[in-house]
């Protein structure tokens, strides 16, 4: 995660600068465009679950997705 916006989705569900995003919704993540691809099949007020790794933690976070 190179930002995350305050007050965003990805914010408030406690995603931050530097987090790397394993897994979208159980889905292995290997690319940003395999990520951008996966979240447009989605729609604004879906809850999503993200794998992340922090500091060599993995951690799940839940967010519910806004408008673009």
């Not at 305050?6 to 569900?13: E, L, T």
């Not at 889905?27 to 879906?46: F, M, R, W």
Request: charged share 35%; hydrophobic share 30%; no cysteine.
């Amino acid at each position: 995660v190179g930002a995350v916006s305050d007050d965003s989705p990805g914010s408030n569900a406690g995603l931050m600068k530097s987090d790397i995003i394993k897994k979208l919704d159980g889905t292995e993540i290997t690319s940003l465009k395999q990520y951008s691809d996966l979240l447009k099949t989605h729609k604004p007020g879906d809850e999503i679950t993200l794998e992340i790794e922090r500091d060599g933690e993995v951690k799940y976070l839940k967010l519910i997705l806004a408008e673009r």
